[in-house]
């Protein structure tokens, strides 16, 4: 079988599921470690961290 381009919808549809499994994925990691955040160092890492993330699968499906 040939491989096919995924349609634009499909697209958005993959983007969008990994963009939902990263704020729950984020969200987990707030609800764990939110007794140590008293510290802005680790709000501040965290942010950037996803940050990277969604650059990386941004760039990845594109």
Known sequence: MKYEKPKT???IKVKGMLFISLLVITYILIRINISSFNNNEN??????MFIILTITF???IS
């Open 9 to 11: 919808k499909e697209r």
């Open 43 to 48: 709000l501040g890492l965290l942010i950037f």
């Open 58 to 60: 941004r760039k990845r």
